[in-house]
Structures are given as C-alpha cells and as structure tokens.
C-alpha cells in the first residue's frame, strides 16, 4: 500500500519511492508513463504524471514497499528531474550542482540556446560571448566547452551568480569564465556574440541596450519565449535594426536568432 497516501494538484507530477522493486520496475515504470527513473542504494525512485492515478501505480506494482512524497521541480518548475543530469555539449559532459538557479540545460529554452551557440560556431568563433541572465552559468559554460576562449555571465541574482561560480569550479573553468551583477548595462562592449535566456517582456524592456552591446555583423539568440510572444520579441529588435535569421520552436518555446545589419 502507499504510504502515506496524499492527492497532488492537477498538472503536478509526484515522486514515488519503492523500497522492494519487482525485477521487471523499470519496464513497469515506463509503462505508466514515468518521467524520470533513478535507482537509490536498494531502492528505486521515480516521477509520475498527475495523470497518472496512485491507486494504479500500486496496483501495477503490488506490495512493493511505496512511498509517495511532492516532486522537486527544476528549471522554474517545468523541468521533473530526480537529480541533475551531466550535460553532453559536443563529445564533453557539464557536470552541474543540485540548485535552485534556472539552467539545467534540460528545459527547451536552454537547449535551443546550446544548439544556436553551436551553429553560430560552425559560422565563426569569437574569442568572447556575453550571456544576459546567466542563471547557472550553463549557457556560457556550454559556449567555453565549446571552444570560446572567454565568456561573460550577468545576472541581477547574486545567488545565481554563486551557482555559476560552482558550476565554472566543476567543470575546470573558473580562469575562463567571468561573472559579473547586473544586466546588460553592466557592460559596455561590443561583443560579436550575445545570449540572453529570460523572458519575453524582459527581453522586449533591454531591447536597446541589448543591441548597443552587439559588435558589427554580431549575433544576438534571445530565448525564454513563449511561442504566441515571438513576433512582438521578434519585432521589438528588427526595430532596431537587427536582421531576423530564424526562429525555432518546441514544446511550446521559442528562441529568436537575429544578427546586426549594420
């Protein structure tokens, strides 16, 4: 039986622990749709949709031993993972610290971003990028492992800035990796490379400022945006003179690739 046996809100996934897997758990957990799988010591714990009732979660898997507990978000709470995730940039592996700073490099918005930095790198590599909104430092990170000489992190979170400072140690990037408060006015170069992982409204506010810091012919990837708010991000940077190069969608969010004209 389930124990204790509590109900979560609609649209909540939760967290469940079996203390006598079956042979066949796995099988059985990804039958009902689990989201994430992870063995603990003897145990096995995993992540179900609120679709998916308890009462059949016990009744799949019979007197296992079940413990049902709230599911950690991660990524602002869009991301149901048990524990953070190496992530592969390339043939490297990002090993990332359990925090609470946006950037596990699982959430759409961050993965259209690596795949974005890794084209503009097919193109040209720049000896710097700056990344607006840093969060983690996953983004910046995922531009060094690619083979950036430097970057550039902002946030206005100091704690988030400490995240980075982590993650940058982890990984063997500290000499690399610069980390500065504040936003985009922080910094007043011109840099050929710019990312900036938000929001949309932020993203439309820092328009300005965000293109006075892209060099000639420089690149600029805005993501964190909803797919009905990409026209009016969109639009707010061809105002000011940037060239749309493309933009890309899943699962609902949308990254915006524009370039200067001047």
């Known amino acids: 039986m389930l124990s204790p ?6 649209e909540m996934p939760y967290r469940i622990d079996i203390s006598t897997p079956p042979h066949d758990v796995f099988d059985l957990l990804m039958h009902l749709g689990a989201l994430d799988i992870e063995p603990v010591h003897t145990s096995v714990a995993a992540i179900l949709p609120d679709s998916v009732d308890v009462d059949a979660v016990a009744g ?6 079940l413990k049902l507990s709230p599911a950690v978000g991660r990524d602002d709470d869009s991301v149901w ?12 592996v990002m090993r990332l610290t359990d925090s ?5 490099g699982h959430h ?5 971003c690596i795949e974005e930095i890794e084209e503009a790198l097919t193109i040209a590599v720049p ?20 083979g950036v000489p430097r970057a550039t992190g902002l946030d206005i979170d100091a704690d988030a800035l400490k995240v980075a400072a982590a993650h940058a140690r982890l990984n063997n990037l500290t000499e690399r990796l610069d980390l500065v408060f504040g936003g985009p006015e922080a910094d007043n170069g011109l840099w050929s490379l710019v990312v900036a992982n938000v929001l949309a409204a932020p993203l439309i506010e820092m328009a300005p400022i965000l293109v006075r810091r892209v060099a000639s012919h420089g690149r600029l ?10 026209s009016e991000v969109r639009e707010s940077y061809q105002r000011l003179g940037m060239r749309h190069i493309r933009s890309e969608t899943r699962a609902g969010w949308t990254v915006v690739v524009v370039q200067a004209s001047w």
């Open 127 to 146: 000896e710097r990028i700056l990344d607006v909104g840093t969060g983690s430092g996953v983004l910046a990170l995922a531009a060094l492992m690619m």
């Open 100 to 104: 609470s700073a946006f950037g596990t």
């Open 108 to 112: 759409p918005t961050t993965a259209l």
């Open 221 to 230: 990837i805005l993501s964190g945006i909803p797919s009905a708010a990409e």
């Open 5 to 10: 046996v509590l109900r979560y809100p609609a």
């Open 60 to 65: 799949v898997l019979g007197p296992a031993g």
């Open 81 to 92: 993972l048990l524990s953070p995730r190496p992530v592969r940039i390339g043939s490297t």
